[in-house]
C-alpha cells in the first residue's frame, strides 16, 4: 500500500523536466489545491511566492496553452426577445422601494460580498444612463425623474461619516441616507459620473436644463478642485490618487460640463475653471500609456479591465484614447490574452475551437475565487461594436491594423468585428442558467454562475452593448 502511494505522488522523471521546461505564464491549472493531491494526479507542482499574477501552483505537465480568438462570424447574441427580459430586470432594480435609488442587486446574502442591497453613487449614475440610452427619453422619463430627486436629496444632507457627502460610495435604501460600516471611502468617481447622465437628461429634456445645472455645477466644482485627490478605486479594494478609469471619465465631464456652463449656466467662469481642469487631467492620463502604448488603471493596479470600462464610459469622440488608436488596441489584445490564460473556461472554448474571451477585473484577481464577470465581458463587447461601427471613417496605422488583426484572427471589417462581439456575448450566454437572470461573476474553472445575483450593472451593460451592436450594424450591410 505504501508503495502504490509513493508512486502516485512521484512524477517520473522526463515528466519532472516537462514541468520545469514550462514557463510560469504557460501554466494551465490541474485545480488541485495540495502537493499531495496534486502529485497524485500526475500534475506539476510549483509554488509562486508571492504571487500577484494569481499563477496556479499545481499545473499539467503534458497540456500547452491554448489561444484565443476573438474572431466570429456574425450571429445575434440575445434575440429582442431576450433582450425584453434582459430590460425587465434591470428595470425591477431601478427606482427601489419608490425611492429613486438604484439597487446593485436585490441578493441580501451573497458570498463572499455579503449584502449588495444598497445604492452605490457609480452604479446609479452608470445604469440610469444606460436606461436612458435605451428607452429614451419618453420611456425612461418617470424613473429619470425619480433618480435626479434621489440624487438632489442625497447630496444636500448631513454626512455621517465626516467626508464630503458628494463621495460616498453608497446608501441605504430606501433611508437614502450613507452607509456608515466600515468601507473603502472615499470614492471620486461618483461626482462626475452623476454629472454626465444628468447632462444627458437635459440634452433630451431641454426645459430640465436650469435645474441640471444646479447639479452639475455642484459636483463638477468638486472634480475640478479635487481631481488629483487620493480615491479608492473602481473595485473598492485600493487606493491611489492616479487610477485611470476616474481620470478619464472625470475629463468627459468637465468637458461636457464646460459646454454646458456656456449653453445652458451662461457662466462663463465656471466653463474655463472646468476646461483648466481637464487639460490639466488630460496631461495627466499620458502617464497610463506604458512603453508598449498599454493603458494601467494606476501603479497598483496595473493590468484591469476598468480601463476598457472607462473607454467606453469616457469617450468624446475626440480621439482621445478612441477605440481604433493604438493604446486601446494593445490594451484590448494585452487583457484579452491575460484572461485568455488565466481561465479554464476560456481555454476550454479555445481547445474546442469556440472564439470569444470571457474578462475578469485584473490581474491576479482572487475575489470569489478571481473569475470572469459578465459586466466586463459585455464591456468589451460594446468595445468591439464601436470599433465596428467607426472602422468605416477611421484611418488606421498599418502596425494597429496588424494587431487589431492577429487578435481576430481574421481581416480587420465591420463584419469582423462585430463578429467579435457577437463571440463574446455568445460565450457569456451560454453559462446562463435561469432564462436571463445575471450574476455577478461565472466561475473561471466550470463556468457556475457566482457571486451576487441580478447585478444591476450587467443588466445595463448588457442592454448598452447591444445598443452599440444595433448603432454598428447601421454603418453597413452586412453579409451573415
Not at 509562486?48 to 497540456?63: A, I, M, Y
Not at 425584453?84 to 429613486?100: C, H, I, M, R, T
Not at 490581474?363 to 459586466?375: A, C, I, K, M
Request: charged share 25%; proline share 4%.
Amino acid at each position: 500500500m505504501l508503495r502504490a502511494t509513493l508512486t502516485g505522488l512521484l512524477l517520473p522523471a522526463a515528466a519532472a523536466l516537462e514541468c520545469e521546461q514550462i514557463h510560469q505564464d504557460d501554466r494551465i491549472d490541474c485545480l488541485h489545491g495540495d502537493e499531495d493531491s496534486c502529485r497524485a494526479a500526475s500534475c506539476c507542482w510549483s509554488p509562486v511566492d508571492p504571487n500577484p499574477g494569481n499563477l496556479p501552483w499545481c499545473f499539467f505537465s503534458n497540456r500547452t496553452m491554448q489561444s484565443c480568438t476573438l474572431g466570429g462570424d456574425v450571429k445575434e447574441p440575445f434575440s429582442d426577445a431576450e433582450v425584453a427580459e434582459v430590460l425587465k430586470l434591470f428595470e425591477a432594480n431601478l427606482d427601489a422601494e419608490g425611492s429613486g435609488e438604484v439597487m446593485a442587486s436585490p441578493d441580501h446574502a451573497t458570498g463572499p460580498g455579503g449584502d449588495y442591497y444598497f445604492a452605490w453613487a457609480r452604479d446609479g449614475a452608470l445604469s440610469m444612463h444606460a436606461y436612458l440610452q435605451t428607452k429614451g427619453l419618453k420611456g425612461a422619463e418617470e424613473k429619470m425623474e425619480k433618480w435626479m430627486a434621489w440624487v438632489e436629496r442625497s447630496i444636500n444632507q448631513p454626512d455621517p461619516n465626516n467626508i464630503d457627502i458628494l463621495v460616498e460610495p453608497k446608501y441605504l435604501i430606501p433611508q437614502g441616507t450613507p452607509y456608515t460600516g466600515g468601507w473603502c471611502r472615499p470614492q471620486n468617481d461618483g461626482p462626475g459620473l452623476r454629472a454626465i447622465t444628468a447632462m444627458a437628461l437635459a440634452a433630451e429634456k431641454p426645459e430640465a436644463g436650469a435645474r441640471v445645472w444646479e447639479l452639475v455645477k455642484r459636483n463638477l466644482d468638486w472634480v475640478a478642485a479635487n481631481y488629483s485627490s487620493e480615491t479608492c478605486d473602481l473595485w473598492e479594494e485600493v487606493r491611489s490618487t492616479d487610477f485611470f478609469w476616474n481620470r478619464y471619465t472625470m475629463r468627459k465631464a468637465l468637458i461636457l460640463g464646460s459646454r454646458f456652463a456656456h449653453s445652458v449656466g451662461k457662466d462663463e467662469a465656471r466653463a474655463m475653471k472646468y476646461e483648466a481642469a481637464e487639460s490639466r487631467i488630460t496631461e495627466a492620463l499620458s502617464g497610463h500609456f506604458d512603453s508598449k502604448s498599454f493603458v494601467i488603471e494606476s501603479t497598483n493596479r496595473q493590468k484591469d479591465t476598468a480601463v476598457i470600462e472607462a473607454f467606453n464610459v469616457g469617450d468624446m469622440g475626440d480621439g482621445y484614447c478612441g477605440s481604433l488608436t493604438k493604446p486601446v488596441i494593445v490594451t484590448l489584445s494585452g487583457l484579452s490574452d491575460l484572461f485568455c490564460k488565466s481561465y479554464a473556461v476560456n481555454q476550454k472554448a479555445a481547445a474546442a475551437g469556440i472564439p470569444g474571451v470571457l474578462f475578469g477585473r485584473y490581474e491576479g484577481d482572487s475575489y470569489d475565487g478571481g473569475n470572469p464577470w459578465v459586466l466586463l465581458t459585455a464591456s468589451v463587447a460594446t468595445l468591439l461594436y464601436r470599433q465596428a461601427q467607426e472602422f468605416p471613417t477611421t484611418l488606421m496605422g498599418s502596425e494597429d491594423k496588424e494587431m487589431l488583426k492577429k487578435l481576430l484572427g481574421r481581416e480587420v471589417t465591420v463584419q469582423n468585428l462585430v463578429g467579435a462581439g457577437d463571440a463574446l456575448l455568445l460565450l457569456m450566454k451560454k453559462y446562463l442558467t435561469n432564462g436571463m437572470h445575471m450574476n455577478e461573476q461565472i466561475d473561471r474553472n466550470d463556468g457556475s454562475l457566482k457571486s451576487a445575483k441580478d447585478l444591476t450593472w450587467n443588466y445595463a451593460n448588457v442592454l448598452k452593448a447591444m445598443n452599440a451592436r444595433k448603432a454598428a450594424l447601421a454603418t453597413t450591410t452586412l453579409v451573415i
